[in-house]
């Protein structure tokens, strides 16, 4: 074991290093005070930005997606925006969260496979995430049936629930393209791939437009449901045909690696074990945000209360955007490292990126301090929904502060095949401290609104300590071993070649001995 830990730590350092083994770590040390961690960082930023900026342009592209469908929604009039844009509520919740929270399980296989250079991995594993997101479709789609008699027995009106269930009965075929359209994105991004998802979404985008006009006109609240699948099916054949070329190009090397039906149990085990944390992960915090929703129409003021913190919420949106991308970013750049026997790489990513989150966070709250006098307005001419809106904006401001650390934890701990530590976090500040103290400080301390967002900071705060005493906590020589266990193949391609072709066999030997002794 301790070979295996000389040689981890002897790849993350330069030249002098390899040389000189048992100095690697001082050397590592020594780095944080002269010119190379400097360096060290600015290669990791750029690393970082190449991954990261298109992601967020895809991410803006989905918020423009649906900007644009609730414009058509609301030209359609108040009955079909409000049973539309319930449907689409629900659909979120009960759906698009669960697969998409579903197929991050794939993301740190993927990552790890991929630095470890283990293609057949890569094809199983996206094969048999699409197996399953495509299972789990079937029992979401008879409840998407029967969306009309849930939100009525949650005391929503009947006509706008039987609005809202057309809508959602012509957005099922959305599941099953999700299925296939979630494990391309993740299988990408896990490899560092994020122009093609950029491209393709803004493709999609531009045609979203006129075919909402051709299908609004032609069948009402059911053409703008058709248009958003006909949007993410143009998005997922984009994907589709640039992995198939990707993979054939250069003498189809990467296609005749198969693996795409090398699944055992023990694969399916783990699968599903990493897909369950990381969707509950996910949904809740997701659906943390949709209670503190529902609590607000049970304030004194309601129409105004839920129209400020819905307003709040739509910039919220925007910011998430940024912070999805660093998430995803960090947890391809840590995956990576670790299946590549990098642990000092994937310890120097985790720092740059907890520093690039703390400093997004700090950015963002700004921002949302500074655009509070202009940000109601675009939304509500009502002065009592645009004055709740700059109060609400003040506390979510600090709110921010801690989102984008904890949405970078969360892809750090997604990175290291460990997303159940995110989950137990969640779990303790949203649901442990959010909404009971929201509860306590709006309704019985009658703060109403700020109540709620108080409660939601505090939460908020809580889980950033969780999950940053995890990470402080992590060990990445053995999450290196552990990832090299994961990835491990019968014949490993060495790390890095040496020039002389005697060096080039012993290298090759060593890692054949230590592979074998984690394999």
Not at 111 to 135: D, E, I, P, Y
Not at 325 to 348: D, F, I, P, Y
């Amino acid at each position: 074991m301790s070979a295996i830990s000389k040689q981890g730590e002897n790849l993350s350092t330069n030249n002098k290093a390899n040389r000189h083994p048992s100095s690697a770590s001082s050397h590592t040390k020594k780095c944080y005070f002269n010119g190379n961690f400097v360096k060290m960082v600015v290669e990791e930023l750029r690393i970082q930005q190449g991954l990261a900026l298109p992601l967020v342009a895809m991410n803006v592209a989905w918020f423009g997606k649906l900007a644009i469908t609730t414009a058509f929604l609301g030209h359609l009039g108040e009955l079909n925006l409000a049973g539309g844009a319930l449907g689409f509520s629900f659909a979120n919740v009960t759906g698009f969260s669960l697969l998409n929270g579903l197929s991050g399980g794939m993301e740190p296989i993927c990552g790890q496979a991929h630095g470890a250079n283990n293609v057949r991995l890569l094809h199983k594993t996206l094969l048999m995430t699409t197996l399953l997101l495509l299972l789990v479709t079937l029992p979401l789609s008879f409840l998407w049936l029967n969306v009309d008699k849930i939100l009525i027995c949650f005391g929503q009106q009947q006509e706008i629930s039987i609005v809202a269930k057309t809508y959602v009965s012509y957005l099922i075929p959305d599941l099953f393209i999700k299925s296939l359209l979630c494990p391309l994105k993740a299988y990408l991004s896990s490899q560092c791939m994020t122009l093609p998802t950029m491209f393709s979404s803004a493709v999609a985008l531009a045609f979203h437009i006129p075919v909402n006009i051709l299908l609004s006109k032609a069948m009402g609240l059911r053409g703008v449901s058709v248009a958003v699948w006909i949007t993410d099916l143009m998005v997922m054949v984009l994907l589709a045909i640039y992995v198939v070329i990707h993979e054939r190009r250069n003498g189809s090397i990467l296609w005749k690696q198969g693996g795409w039906w090398d699944q055992s149990l023990k694969d399916w085990i783990r699968l599903i074990k990493l897909s369950g944390s990381c969707c509950l992960n996910t949904c809740l915090e997701w659906w943390c945000y949709e209670i503190l929703l529902l609590l607000t129409g049970h304030l004194a003021n309601t129409k105004e209360a839920v129209g400020a913190l819905a307003i709040v919420l739509n910039f919220d949106y925007l910011l998430f955007a940024v912070m999805l991308s660093l998430a995803t970013c960090v947890s391809t750049r840590v995956s990576n490292e670790l299946g590549a026997n990098r642990a000092g790489g994937a310890r120097k990513s985790t720092r740059v990126s907890l520093a690039l989150g703390i400093i997004s966070g700090c950015i963002g709250g700004l921002i949302m301090v500074a655009s509070r006098g202009i940000w109601g307005k675009l939304f509500s001419h009502d002065k009592g929904v645009i004055k709740g809106v700059k109060k609400a904006m003040l506390l979510m401001a600090l709110v921010e502060l801690f989102n984008f650390p904890v949405t970078v934890c969360g892809g750090i701990l997604r990175g290291t095949a460990r997303p159940w530590l995110g989950m137990y976090a969640n779990l303790g500040g949203f649901y442990f401290l959010t909404l009971p103290l929201g509860v306590v400080f709006a309704f019985k301390l009658h703060l109403g609104l700020a109540g709620l967002l108080i409660g939601l900071l505090i939460g908020v705060a809580t889980c950033f300590i969780l999950l940053l005493i995890f990470i402080v906590r992590i060990n990445w020589v053995e999450e290196a071993t552990k990832a090299q266990k994961l990835v491990c193949t019968p014949r490993p391609q060495v790390q890095e070649v040496p020039r002389n072709e005697v060096n080039d066999v012993i290298q090759t030997k060593e890692n054949d001995q230590l592979r074998s002794l984690t394999c």
